[in-house]
């Protein structure tokens, strides 16, 4: 491959990627991320306390949505030191 054609194919790879949306994480993959235990997640998820999409009888979670609600939760001073 020439130089041309690598550029073009990571101009195209870099499109597709900017244009999916985030994956949908399960219970475990989300609770992993905000290091909380399933459980108290989809206790959360249950009580519409905490962000989430239910699809059928399947519970799923935003990664950029779960970020966006612990930060819209976090308190005291934020900033450097």
Request: aromatic share 2%.
């Given at each position: 491959m020439s130089a041309i054609?690598?550029?073009?194919?990571?101009?195209?790879?870099?499109?597709?990627?900017?244009?999916?949306?985030?994956?949908?994480?399960?219970?475990?993959e989300a609770a992993a991320l905000l290091s909380v235990?399933?459980?108290?997640?989809?206790?959360?998820?249950?009580?519409?306390?905490?962000?989430?999409?239910?699809?059928?009888k399947y519970v799923r979670f935003s990664r950029d949505e779960l970020l966006a609600w612990v930060d819209s939760r976090s308190a005291g001073p934020r900033g450097a030191a």
């Open positions: 054609d690598i550029t073009a194919l990571a101009e195209r790879i870099a499109a597709q990627l900017e244009a999916k949306p985030s994956p949908l994480l399960t219970a475990e235990p399933p459980s108290w997640l989809m206790a959360e998820a249950r009580a519409k306390r905490v962000p989430h999409v239910k699809l059928g």
